[in-house]
């Protein structure tokens, strides 16, 4: 049974930082491609940011030079540091481990809101 757990989500004011993290079981966790991504009420889901299973990284224009994505493979955990906060960066947060189309599995996604 594959389960990814988000935690980390919460308020901030603008400005600050927040880490997210995603302690994935079930599955060979090095082997994945591991993403973060992001549904403001009353839009799509984003993509924020992946790391694949060699490190190789990528993010949205939005949160390039504030977000940082990264892997512990000994941990089965990808993280998401997230710097400078902007109100429009609330969303619910979403983890996603992706081999191949069959074995893409979603978190249950960690609230993050940026409000003063």
């Known amino acids: 049974q594959v389960q990814l757990v988000e935690s980390g989500g919460g308020l901030v004011q603008p400005g600050g930082s927040l880490r997210l993290s995603c302690a994935a079981s079930?599955?060979?966790?090095?082997?994945?491609?591991m993403g973060w991504y992001r549904q403001a009420p009353g839009k799509q889901r984003e993509l924020v940011a992946t790391i694949t299973s060699n490190g190789s990284t990528n993010y949205v224009d939005s949160v390039k030079g504030r977000f940082t994505v990264s892997r512990d493979n000994a941990k089965n955990t990808v993280y998401l540091q997230m710097n400078s906060l902007k109100p429009e960066d609330t969303a619910v947060y979403y983890c996603?481990?992706?081999?191949?189309?069959?074995?893409?599995?979603w978190g249950q996604g960690t609230q993050v809101t940026v409000s003063s």
């Open positions: 996603n481990a992706k081999r191949t189309t069959l074995k893409n599995y």
């Open positions: 079930g599955i060979i966790f090095s082997i994945y491609a």
